[in-house]
């Protein structure tokens, strides 16, 4: 005998579906704990029109960064080994410097130890002279194909699971989410609204030259020398406010280049957030924080508490890390 439901019955299964669906878990891949109850009180406060500390839509502004924060970073950080392997290509005469020898050896240690000056070679040999439009889709096609030295895993399959889930609780509760990472510009906007339902235009991240060419016939944008922003500490400030125009209330990071962009953020007027991923998780990550070259926190571990962040210890906070895996 089949069943029929009515208009008349409607009521009566709104009744008993609707709690069901109001208590589902936002973030299922966090472990309960005080750090998963302070980021869903403070969504729901701030979403509640009955709410005391409702925050109007327009308002509702999250920031992330991206390395070690929405994906890995450790050796080095993803966009530093798409470089390396397009520096081994590079032909003899570009290798003008030591600096320029090492980054097409593959030898990170020496390009990092250099510092600034060592990533900008690098960077010279990979990220020059190249179409925005040959650039993203050579990045698209090395996401594609390259695997990570130590995981075996596709880059982009090294995304945090429980970061993919805050992304989207935010937005389904009204948050506008935004990049806001040292990383390129134009590397992360590549993959960026596939892989983390972010916007080309939501992501704001360090850039350098850009020269138009061609412009009568066929205007093509070419990445070129020179003009380098580095989207880091500080300038991520000025950043937001050129390109978002007003402070976020939520901000989250991983090391003591965010840390300007906390304060910042959690020191505006109304409920305010500050959330730092502390790489604690050895087994199923890597352990890391004060002595790290890539992705330090010492500043951050210093002021959290006394700022009122959340900490967020990977290996107790996350049931999982990786989307496929625990």
Same mark, same amino acid.
């Given at each position: 005998?089949?069943?029929?439901?009515?208009?008349?019955?409607?009521?009566?299964?709104?009744?008993?579906?609707?709690?069901?669906?109001?208590?589902?878990?936002?973030?299922?891949?966090?472990?309960?704990?005080?750090?998963?109850?302070?980021?869903?009180?403070?969504?729901?406060?701030?979403?509640?029109?009955?709410?005391?500390?409702?925050?109007?839509?327009?308002?509702?502004?999250?920031?992330?960064?991206?390395?070690?924060?929405?994906?890995?970073?450790?050796?080095?950080?993803?966009?530093?080994?798409?470089?390396?392997?397009?520096?081994?290509?590079?032909?003899?005469?570009?290798?003008?410097?030591?600096?320029?020898?090492?980054?097409?050896?593959?030898?990170?240690?020496?390009?990092?130890?250099?510092?600034?000056?060592?990533?900008?070679?690098?960077?010279?040999?990979?990220?020059?002279?190249?179409?925005?439009?040959?650039?993203?889709?050579?990045?698209?096609?090395?996401?594609?194909?390259?695997? #990570?030295? @130590?995981?075996? $895993?596709?880059? &982009?399959?090294?995304?945090?699971?429980?970061?993919?889930? !805050?992304?989207?609780? /935010?937005?389904?509760?009204?948050?506008?989410?935004?990049?806001?990472?040292?990383?390129?510009?134009?590397?992360?906007?590549?993959?960026?609204?596939?892989?983390?339902?972010?916007?080309?235009?939501?992501?704001?991240?360090?850039?350098?030259?850009?020269?138009?060419?061609?412009?009568?016939?066929?205007?093509?944008?070419?990445?070129?020398?020179?003009?380098?922003?580095?989207?880091?500490?500080?300038?991520?400030?000025?950043?937001?406010?050129?390109?978002?125009?007003?402070?976020?209330?939520?901000?989250?990071?991983?090391?003591?280049?965010?840390?300007?962009?906390?304060?910042?953020?959690?020191?505006?007027?109304?409920?305010?957030?500050?959330?730092?991923?502390? #790489?604690? @998780?050895?087994? $199923?990550?890597? &352990?890391?924080?004060?002595?790290?070259?890539?992705?330090? !926190?010492?500043?951050? /571990?210093?002021?959290?508490?006394?700022?009122?962040?959340?900490?967020?210890?990977?290996?107790?906070?996350?049931?999982?890390?990786?989307?496929?895996?625990?």
């Amino acid at each position: 005998m089949k069943t029929f439901i009515t208009p008349r019955m409607l009521p009566a299964l709104l009744v008993a579906v609707l709690p069901s669906l109001a208590q589902a878990d936002p973030l299922p891949s966090w472990n309960a704990g005080h750090n998963k109850n302070a980021i869903v009180d403070f969504v729901e406060a701030v979403s509640d029109p009955t709410s005391d500390d409702f925050v109007p839509q327009q308002q509702r502004i999250a920031v992330f960064d991206n390395d070690g924060t929405l994906w890995g970073e450790q050796p080095a950080y993803f966009q530093l080994m798409y470089a390396l392997d397009r520096a081994s290509e590079a032909e003899p005469e570009q290798l003008t410097s030591e600096l320029h020898q090492a980054a097409a050896e593959g030898d990170i240690e020496t390009v990092l130890e250099a510092g600034e000056e060592g990533i900008q070679a690098l960077l010279s040999l990979s990220h020059q002279e190249v179409s925005l439009d040959e650039f993203e889709e050579d990045v698209s096609d090395w996401l594609a194909n390259a695997t #990570h030295p @130590d995981t075996g $895993r596709f880059y &982009a399959d090294m995304i945090y699971q429980p970061m993919l889930e !805050l992304l989207s609780y /935010l937005r389904d509760s009204g948050f506008s989410t935004y990049i806001v990472s040292g990383g390129g510009l134009h590397f992360i906007r590549t993959f960026a609204e596939d892989v983390y339902g972010v916007p080309p235009q939501n992501v704001i991240g360090s850039t350098g030259g850009l020269e138009v060419k061609d412009l009568d016939s066929d205007p093509s944008l070419y990445k070129q020398e020179g003009d380098t922003w580095i989207n880091d500490g500080p300038l991520k400030i000025v950043s937001i406010e050129r390109h978002i125009g007003q402070r976020p209330i939520m901000a989250v990071g991983n090391s003591d280049g965010d840390v300007p962009m906390l304060i910042w953020t959690t020191q505006g007027d109304g409920p305010r957030l500050g959330v730092l991923v502390h #790489h604690t @998780d050895a087994e $199923r990550e890597v &352990a890391y924080d004060r002595d790290s070259h890539i992705g330090r !926190l010492a500043d951050g /571990l210093d002021q959290a508490e006394d700022r009122g962040w959340q900490l967020i210890d990977m290996a107790s906070d996350w049931q999982r890390v990786y989307p496929q895996a625990p």
